[in-house]
């Protein structure tokens, strides 16, 4: 078991649809991170939270909207998906963004658009 | 451009055999090399970590190897058992200016045979 918890597990939606990923952590850790990975690729990196404010935004889409409510809580809001956006979404926490510690990862939401 | 080189794609080896990964960088920055299990249908799992002031690291089977000069780092399986099949990624972690960014090699799928 993870101590990164994500919901859903699976998730297949519309390109019309909204839906929102979460992501939980107990850590205590104050860096949070949402990935997404391709079949045999390498997560990439998209949104980096530090200490509940943005800190990353590599230039993901409009259509992925993140959100990090609180501490131990990470959303990402999903509008208007397109076909290419099928994939692993994973999220990931960290003590911090400036000390070199292991990220750990949840086991992902594999998100399927029609 | 791949901050991170990583090889072999694929790997097969015997069980009981030794499974060795390579990986490269460039950017003198980096003071932190993870390496991420990934079994399929799960997240990436921390495995070992090292930092560039040690030259190796061991845990149980598992073994970093690090050559500081040569920018090189690379993981060796010892005793390779069938359930080690999974992909393998190497990463890279800069120092704070990179804000928590992972730079991730490009990942290594191994298949280890009873």
């Known amino acids: 078991d993870t101590e990164v918890t994500q919901t859903p597990k699976h998730l297949v939606m519309g390109m019309t649809n909204k839906k929102s990923l979460k992501c939980e952590q107990h850590m205590g850790h104050r860096a949070m991170y949402w990935y997404k990975q391709k079949a045999k690729k390498p997560p990439e990196l998209m949104f980096v939270y530090s200490y509940e404010k943005l800190s990353i935004n590599e230039s993901v889409p409009s259509r992925f909207s993140p959100e990090c409510p609180n501490s131990s809580l990470l959303n990402l809001h999903l509008h208007a998906l397109q076909p290419e956006d099928s994939a692993l979404y994973l999220c990931a926490s960290s003590q911090d963004v400036t000390v070199s510690q292991p990220q750990h990862f949840g086991d992902g939401t594999r998100l399927s658009i029609l | 451009q791949q901050q991170v080189k990583q090889s072999p794609q694929s790997l097969i080896v015997q069980k009981g055999g030794i499974s060795i990964i390579n990986c490269a960088y460039e950017?003198?920055?980096?003071?932190?090399f993870p390496w991420y299990q990934q079994f399929p249908g799960k997240g990436p799992a921390l495995l070992i970590a090292i930092r560039p002031d040690v030259s190796e690291k061991k845990e149980g089977r598992f073994t970093i190897s690090f050559n500081k000069s040569a920018k090189q780092f690379s993981l060796h399986i010892m005793d390779s058992q069938p359930g080690d099949s999974a992909t393998y990624f190497c990463a890279a972690k800069g120092m704070s200016s990179t804000l928590g960014r992972l730079y991730f090699g490009r990942g290594t799928q191994l298949t280890v045979w009873p």
């Open positions: 950017n003198t920055a980096f003071d932190y």
